[in-house]
């Protein structure tokens, strides 16, 4: 594994290079009638090294995994997780897992501030209650760390697992959206629940150990929960304060979060 975390010295990085697909319109209509695994391997013919794919290594995460291990030369391609520092042990056991299991060419990216050192200079942000710390916070933590590793790696289009049904901004995304100065591919936009839970039974794909014990969807430890009478879905997520991380929506440097 290769840390890609931030140089304390070295400036943050805004946005990344140029995007370029031809016409995005004409790109995206090649793409609706794809299903998942092309659209991974429109975008490697496309891009070459300038492919990458995100992982949070959390519910659903090994259903993107899988379908790039099936890919010729996917290992090359590289996965890039965010590691905050506040995730739960067992999210730490099962990233190790299937890194293990899909041979992955994982890259680490980590804020160039510690846990300590941000928690001493504003607090534990998750805390207060506050919107404006929530995302100071998942800016500091997430947002920034995700683009210096995309710039290091010289990123112009990467692929996340995203879906239509998890949040209302979901909902309005297509196959292919700028984000910060690149493409962002959805290869499981139109999926369903119902298709990913087929998909890992019929694949024989392991669980995050926190599905079992009722989460649907698991982020950093203080952040995340099981379902509840309450909150079900990404509602858990965040505090309860947001729905998104700003790390798949428009915006530089974490505006839009």
Known sequence: ?????????????????????????????????????????????????????????????????????????????????????????????????????????????????????MEALHGRLWESGVVEDMELYLKMRKVEPLEEAMHRLQVSCWASGVRRAQTDTRRTMTALDPIRGRLSLRPLLEWTSRDVFYYMKENDLPQHPLFEKGYSTVGDWHSSGPDGMEATGRDTRFAGLKQECGIHVPGVMGDGI
């Open 1 to 117: 594994m290769r840390d890609v975390s931030t140089s304390k010295n070295q400036p943050v990085v805004a946005a990344g290079p140029k995007a370029e697909a031809g016409d995005p319109q004409q790109a995206r209509e090649q793409l609706e009638p794809l299903d998942a695994r092309s659209r991974l391997l429109w975008a490697h013919e496309q891009f070459g090294s300038g492919f990458a794919l995100t992982t949070s290594f959390g519910i659903q995460s090994s259903v993107l995994l899988h379908l790039l291990s099936g890919m010729d030369r996917g290992r090359d391609i590289p996965v890039i997780w965010v590691d905050t520092g506040y995730l739960p042990p067992e999210t730490y056991r099962y990233a190790e897992d299937l890194r293990e299991r899909f041979d992955l060419n994982l890259h680490i990216a980590q804020s160039s501030s510690s846990a300590a050192r």
